[in-house]
């Protein structure tokens, strides 16, 4: 399966990819507000436009938001179902047995796939750019005032590195069993729903079983290397941030402000 | 004279609890020298893994015997990384210890947990990113690395920590005779070309052969400890506990048991044809 691409980094050499990643976090949450503020058809073009361009500026081909929106239209075509069916409005276009399709139920609808398809896109294009180690060193050093309060600010961020470097790894092996189970005459397609998770119990145990593994080997490979806990620990790259950082965060604010201002006078 | 690196004195480990009776190592005295390339053999089970753990303090003698390397004792909890950044460690799958997601930041992995600074942490992953041929991939995504590939990046891992020794616990067993190869090649240059200190854990008789000294195992002890053509010439010896010899050992012994001027004592394929052309010609 060489189209994973939820939470994997695409490595590039562009502008995008080199902005401070605390910096990029702050940006995706501005964006997120910006997304769900954004309630006319103008707001939300600034935010496909923003995605757009975000996505060229990082280099990132269009085959890669393809491919990161692929997993996601089933979600899309429910939710767009459900919109134009179950919309209560008022001009009705089209009378189908107890169902009416109105203008505002069809309008719904599209802002509906609009927003899920830029929320995927604009938050995925985080992980594209930014490799795990340097996100999750940006949410340790964003967190680290929590340090403070006792809080596991460092053991949360290696939990979330670590996460990420197994996300393809056990999807490989999901897939690998999956097939060994159908030679073996499984039939993981057809039956009603019982009938279905049953057929998956065979699946989750090896997985479960070989996942436990791992983590006992790479704890005793992660201690070999002298990993003790964050105290004392230099980085690589340390997280430093520059004039293209702050020029980013001016257009994001001026963006954010401009949805807000639109989306207040109904624009 | 040579210098010890790593002395084991009356080793017993135990997994668990005294009454499991499990006694994983039974006694082990054993002392590797700085810049020796030892393998060690064994069959599954027989404590090969456990032992390596005690070169690099993972694992502590459950019994009051001591592992000292470089004349640290592994049970002094406050020195524990001065070991374990003396003897690296890389292990059979390579999926379960890679760290990062980008290459050269899982060869960075231990200089940052020791503490190093980013300018030197940066000189010596590329260096070791040189050393095992794998620069180009640097930036690229491990899980995307052919097996081969990954056990190279775990082994510059190591090298980026500067260790004096290099343990590899059956470090080729999941890969492809390509990817083998690949590794194997690194391991030799890294014990002939940079004086490391190189234990080689394998069940590969023919990988055993290139070492200067064989260790064996059977059932938590040391069996034999000699020469690869010293160990390898004790045939029966190794079936008795599941093990094979080389198979140019194995050809140039029944060949010389079947009255044939052929030395028994051959392990490289190189002297196998030598032997067998002097014959055939002589
Ligand atoms: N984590 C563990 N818990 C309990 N027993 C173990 C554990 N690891 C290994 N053993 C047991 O210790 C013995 C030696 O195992 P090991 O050192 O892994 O051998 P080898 O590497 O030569 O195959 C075996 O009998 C094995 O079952
Ligand atoms: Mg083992």
Redesign the pocket.
Known sequence: MGDITIGQMYPASSAVHRLDPRFKIVFTIMFVVMLFTAGSALTVAVNAAFVLIAYTLAKIPLKMLVKTLRPVIPIVVFMLIFNVLFYSGETVLLKLWIFKITLEGLKSAVFMVFRIVLIVAGTSLLTYTTSSIELTDAIESLLSPLKKLKFPVHELAMMMTIALRFIPTLIEETQKIMSAQKARGADFESGNLIARVKALLPILIPLFISAIKRASELATAMESRCYHNGIGRTRLKTLKSGKNDIAALMVMTGLLALVVVLSMFNL | MQETLIRCENVSFQ??EERDN?T?LKNIDLEINRGEFVAIL??????????AKHFNAVLTPTNEGRVLVGGIDTKDEERVFEVRRQVGMVFQNPDNQIVATVVEEDVAFAPENLGVEPSEIRRRVDEALEAVGMSEYKKHAPHKLSGGQKQRVAIAGVLAMQSDCIVL?EPTAMLDPQGREQVISTIVKLAREQGKTVVL?THFMEEAALCDRVIV?ND?QILLDGTPKEVFSKRAELKSVGLSVPAVTELCAILNESGLDISPDIISEEECLKEVSRVLKG
């Open positions: 997994y668990g499990l994983a064994g069959h599954n089970g027989s404590g090969k893994s456990t032992l616990d854990i195992m938590g």
